[in-house]
């Protein structure tokens, strides 16, 4: 059987302001390797939205998530109907924090996000950057983190995993990232997908069984990405 995946990008002429877009090509790459068909299609301003079974949305500038703001209103019913249908998401940084319920910046601007996280953010005079290491079910995930915004979960949404090293959501509780079905958000730039291929993997598998029943993705030689992520968790570790 012939596998095959539709992957939208939210936004990538506005919100990809740290390379997020390694994601996609991280995603489209594995897919290739395994001859599994990967359509990849961009939505931005003014555009409908399209059905996909995968939903990337990257980070950026306050100005900008200001902007996408008010259009990601109107695609809000689409893409937490998508969401609830069992389509995955995933959200870094300026994209998590209009997936949540507002982000109120620094100078009292209250950005309305669509909900899909029930959680917030507030702008902070600390600027939170560097490598981030989180512990998380899935395993060790690696990235870098780079906002001054604080978030705050609500009490029934589950964490995407605990800060060993960094500041994940708000430097206080220890949580990073949020997970509400198939949908994650984390602060965890860098790109987040090519120094942890098993991440990868593992949305690529859900995408996959939801549309074909359960399936084993055939391995792949990893060792360059491992070798990435390795590098990535030793600096993290070796920082104060």
């Known amino acids: 059987m012939a596998y095959q995946l539709r992957i939208c990008h939210l936004y990538p002429d506005l919100m990809d302001t740290y390379g997020d877009k390694g994601n996609i090509i991280a995603i489209q790459k594995r897919c290739q390797w395994r001859n599994i068909q990967a359509h990849f299609e961009s939505c931005s301003i003014g555009d409908k939205l399209p059905i996909a079974d995968i939903y990337f949305f990257g980070g950026g500038q306050d100005k900008t998530q200001t902007i996408v703001g008010k ?39 209250t950005i309305k996000g669509i909900g899909l996280f029930d959680a917030y953010t507030h702008g902070s005079t600390v600027r939170m950057i560097g490598n981030l290491l989180i512990d998380t079910e899935y395993g060790q995930l690696v990235g870098f983190e ?18 060993v090293k960094g500041f994940g959501n708000n430097g206080e509780d220890g949580t990073e990232g949020a997970v509400y079905k198939n949908a994650f958000g984390c602060y965890l730039h860098g790109s987040l997908l090519p120094k942890n291929p098993h991440f990868a993997d593992f949305l690529i598998s859900k995408t996959l069984e939801r549309k074909y029943g359960k399936i084993k993705l055939e391995p792949l030689n990893d060792s360059i990405e491992w070798q990435a992520h390795k590098s990535a968790v030793k600096q993290t570790r070796s920082k104060r």
């Not at 809000?76 to 998508?82: E, R, S």
Request: glycine share 14%.
């Open 146 to 163: 780079n906002h001054s915004g604080k978030t705050y979960l609500g009490k029934g949404l589950k964490p995407l995993g605990e800060v």
């Open 71 to 109: 259009d990601l209103q109107k695609k809000a019913t689409a893409l937490k109907q998508a969401i609830e249908q069992g389509s995955a998401l995933l959200s870094i940084c300026g994209g998590y924090q209009l997936l949540q319920n507002y982000f109120k910046t620094l100078d009292g601007t």
